[in-house]
């Protein structure tokens, strides 16, 4: 029945040098190889689908191509035990929507190595209104606090804050207890920020470029989403034996920094991988947000999107006017 069954997908193809999304009708025949088989009923969006679709060659090497590295929905058919037939998965990460196809198409075929089973509780959607966004930010808070971050220790700052990644990490940091302080170029989203648990809400002129090789320290720990020279200004405003964890590049992937804050402060620099990790620690992270990490005012701001809405909101990726979280539902 799905060996040859027609889906829509939205592919990105190049026209003239220029990458063009659209609505085609592609079959499950033409899928990659895989053990699973999943009908796919909600992706996310993220800043490298953005990049996927407009033809970075860094993120997806050939065109045509389906976008997204999210994607969560219903095993159709697989050729391993521990997946069957009708239970509910999420993928992220490793090749999907790079150079495989992905969550921007109503059908994957992928390796069971890349599937998480359903968090008791959840459904497709909830899953991704997280997506690769929300395990990246859970997966940053966590390795703070394997460093043993703690609110008393001081304020946390969150950068790129009103981002996919950074919105998720304002609301888990807040309700783990931290003092958050956004920073965040977007100024009428800052009572969204606030709503989200930001304690204060900061422009990124607190990160704007400065010539000294530190300045006062203001926080006890970060989380840095956009990289470039915003980090290097971040690492110099860290507290003594504090911790950033990085795992964004929107402001460039270049770290103009010295060692100082390194070898003066102690400070910590934690690099985030969300996509190559172990699929057991996915999994955990998985498991916590959809427990005791479960962040409810995100779950109820995000904001479903049809196939016919992926070209603005991928351009709006590209802008950094992107906010929140953003849900591809298939059935929109
Ligand atoms: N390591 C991993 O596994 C992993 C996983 C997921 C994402 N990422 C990376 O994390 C970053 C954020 O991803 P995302 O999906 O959250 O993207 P996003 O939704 O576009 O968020 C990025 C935010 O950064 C801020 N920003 C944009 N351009 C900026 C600039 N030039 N300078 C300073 N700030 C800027 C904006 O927030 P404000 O307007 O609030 O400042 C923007 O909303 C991306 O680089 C992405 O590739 C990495």
């Not at 050939?62 to 391993?80: F, I, L, M, Q, R």
């Amino acid at each position: 029945m799905t060996a040859n069954t027609e889906y829509k997908a939205w592919r990105v193809e190049e026209q003239d040098g220029a990458y063009v999304g659209r609505e085609q009708t592609l079959n499950t025949a033409d899928l990659p190889d895989g053990e699973v088989l999943i009908r796919v009923s909600h992706s996310s969006l993220n800043y490298k689908d953005a990049l996927s679709a407009s033809g970075n060659k860094g993120v997806t090497r050939s065109y045509p191509h389906t976008p997204g590295v999210d994607a969560a929905g219903e095993v159709v058919e697989s050729a391993v035990a521990n997946f069957t037939p009708g239970s509910q998965v999420i993928v992220t990460g490793f090749d999907l929507g790079m150079n495989t196809d992905g969550g921007f198409g109503e059908f994957i075929r992928v390796p069971a190595a890349w599937c998480v089973p359903m968090p008791a509780g959840w459904n497709a959607r909830t899953a991704m209104i997280y997506g690769t966004a929300g395990l990246t930010a859970g997966l940053c808070v966590q390795k703070l606090l394997t460093m043993g971050a703690a609110p008393e220790q001081g304020p946390v700052a969150v950068s790129g804050a009103s981002g996919a990644v950074g919105s998720v990490a304002v609301e888990l940091l807040a309700k783990l207890g931290f003092d958050v302080v956004a920073i965040s170029g977007k100024a009428e989203h800052e009572a969204e920020l606030k709503r989200l648990g930001a304690n204060e809400v900061v422009g990124r002129d607190a990160l704007a470029e400065s010539k000294k090789p530190l300045v006062k320290p203001v926080f006890a720990n970060a989380v840095d989403t956009v990289g470039g020279n915003p980090l290097a200004e971040l690492l110099k405003q860290i507290q003594p034996g504090g911790s950033v964890a990085c795992c964004g590049l929107v402001a460039g992937p270049q770290l103009p920094t010295t060692v100082l804050p390194f070898i003066l402060r102690g400070v910590n620099l934690l690099g985030v991988d969300s996509v190559e990790i172990p699929l057991a620690d996915k999994r955990q992270v998985w498991g916590k947000l959809s427990q005791d990490w479960a962040c409810t005012a995100t779950e109820a701001s995000a904001r479903d999107i049809g196939r016919g809405e992926l070209d603005s909101a991928l351009k709006a990726f590209l802008e950094g006017a992107s906010a929140g979280k953003i849900v591809l539902d298939h059935q929109r």
